[in-house]
């Protein structure tokens, strides 16, 4: 990354997108040298849309039902993001699984984050998970993207205390916000280039 040029972030969503709207917040209050430089969903009523508009980010409905096969979608997908001249792809609320066509295009360069402390309660529903399994302890963790469900390099967790009364909702919502804190920590830790992976191992250089 040149210093001082911002990082060219794209964003990949499915739903409501609280998460890209935490994004959004802490680069312009200045807490991220980074620039959105696009937004695409694979759901045309996504939500995320409309917050990406409101701030004059382009989109991109980018639908997966018109391609055969998961790989042609990501191919596609590829050639979106290299036409947008991307450093680093953020998967907020994609509900999508990458083939290697796109994790191979990116290398260590495409991030996620789960609503659980990985390796623990993969997939989905991850929060009821937890309750059900009786856990003291949850959170949520951001991790490189494999072509594995929630599989990849761990970069950064944070831990959320479940309460004896906790909903899917209530825990749910606690650790939404820990989500955005964490999200915006790694997303500058790249942009900083303080970030080296070594297998699986993700070292955080000072």
Excluded: W
């Excluded at 935490?22 to 430089?37: T, W």
């Excluded at 997966?64 to 997908?77: I, L, M, V």
């Excluded at 072509?147 to 899917?168: A, K, R």
């Amino acid at each position: 990354m040149i210093e001082n040029v911002p990082c060219r972030l794209a964003v990949l969503v499915s739903g409501s997108g609280t998460n890209l709207q935490a994004i959004i917040d802490r680069i312009e209050a200045g807490e991220l040298n980074a620039k959105i430089v696009c937004v695409i969903s694979n759901k045309a009523d996504a939500y995320a849309l409309t917050r990406a508009s409101k701030h004059g980010i382009p989109v991109v409905v980018h639908e997966n039902t018109a391609f055969p096969e998961r790989r042609a979608y990501d191919a596609a997908t590829v050639e979106i993001l290299r036409g947008y001249r991307v450093d680093l792809v953020i998967l907020a609320g994609f509900m999508r699984i990458l083939t290697e066509v796109m994790v191979s295009a990116f290398p260590h360069a495409i991030m996620n984050i789960h609503p659980a402390l990985l390796p623990s309660f993969q997939g989905l529903h991850a929060q009821q998970q937890a309750l059900d399994y009786g856990v003291r302890y949850s959170g949520c963790t951001v991790h490189f993207v494999d072509c594995g469900t929630d599989t990849g390099p761990i970069i950064l967790q944070s831990v959320v205390p479940v309460d004896q009364d906790d909903t899917e909702d209530t825990l749910s919502a606690r650790i939404q916000n820990a989500e955005h804190q964490t999200f915006a920590a790694a997303i500058k830790l790249f942009v900083e280039g303080k970030i080296h992976v070594t297998g699986r191992k993700v070292r955080i250089s000072a």
